[in-house]
């Protein structure tokens, strides 16, 4: 079965911390995406990469990076942590043809920063 | 920007009862369309995906899409308790790799 794999469930971390989140697919999949989901707000796209080492701007960008050195995983980096980036964040991956079926979420990271 | 709005509910149905959710969208070179569940505390779920304008079925799930109006809805008919849950719709430009998803409609199922 395919899988994209967040490597936390859940984290706490605090203001001004470097905080990673790791997603890693195991589909050979070219596109990954990070999303984070907010009540009332659904998911909001944060970045997303289509080849090792490219990444393209997503909706809502600040205050993130990322980093894509192996085609299978795809980390999400707050530089420095706010308590206005608590959220539930989501990787998804998908084939390059666009396939609906091939667009696979991770179970998801929820972070809290204190 | 490219917006993606459905009603967020709660929407509340009886047992047995069609349920529809509804979704419009802002881009009009939008292409693909999807709807995905969410249960509680769950990452999404496709269940449903269309692309040309009519209706699509797949057992209890009708996805019905009118690109004139920029409209997408799902019906679900004989609604179950256990489709109690947020479903997302989403659209993808043609060319684009992402989705954009609007904030969701949750549903309860009333036994």
């Known amino acids: 079965d395919?899988?994209?794999?967040?490597?936390?469930?859940?984290?706490?971390?605090?203001?001004?911390?470097?905080?990673?989140?790791?997603?890693?697919?195991?589909?050979?999949?070219?596109n990954m995406f990070w999303y984070r989901q907010d009540p009332g707000l659904g998911l909001r796209l944060i970045y997303f990469s289509y080849d090792v080492k490219m990444k393209e701007k997503g909706d809502i960008p600040e205050g993130y990076s990322v980093s894509r050195e192996k085609k299978e995983r795809f980390s999400?980096?707050?530089?420095?942590?706010?308590?206005?980036?608590?959220?539930?964040?989501?990787?998804?991956?998908?084939?390059?043809?666009g396939s609906p079926r091939g667009y696979t979420f991770g179970s998801g990271t929820r972070l809290t920063v204190v | 920007?490219?917006?993606?709005?459905?009603?967020?509910?709660?929407?509340?149905?009886?047992?047995?009862?069609?349920?529809?959710?509804?979704?419009?969208?802002?881009?009009?070179?939008?292409?693909?369309f999807f709807w995905y569940r969410q249960y509680s505390g769950k990452s999404p779920e496709l269940i449903m995906f269309i692309y040309s304008n009519g209706d699509k079925e797949?057992?209890?799930?009708?996805?019905?899409?009118?690109?004139?109006?920029?409209?997408?809805?799902?019906?679900?008919?004989?609604?179950?308790?256990s489709d109690s849950a947020t479903?997302?719709?989403?659209?993808?430009?043609?060319?684009a790799r992402q989705l954009t998803f609007g904030s969701g409609t949750q549903l309860t199922v009333l036994p």
């Open chain 1, 2 to 30: 395919v899988k994209v794999t967040q490597s936390s469930r859940y984290l706490v971390k605090r203001t001004g911390e470097k905080v990673f989140l790791e997603c890693v697919q195991d589909m050979d999949h070219e």
């Open chain 1, 76 to 97: 999400l980096i707050l530089e420095s942590a706010s308590t206005n980036q608590t959220s539930m964040y989501l990787c998804a991956s998908s084939s390059p043809d």
């Open chain 2, 1 to 32: 920007q490219k917006e993606v709005e459905q009603n967020s509910g709660p929407l509340s149905v009886p047992e047995g009862a069609i349920a529809s959710l509804n979704c419009t969208y802002s881009d009009r070179g939008s292409q693909s």
């Open chain 2, 58 to 81: 797949d057992g209890r799930f009708t996805a019905q899409l009118n690109k004139a109006s920029q409209y997408v809805s799902l019906l679900i008919r004989d609604s179950q308790p």
């Open chain 2, 87 to 95: 479903y997302l719709c989403a659209v993808k430009e043609g060319s």
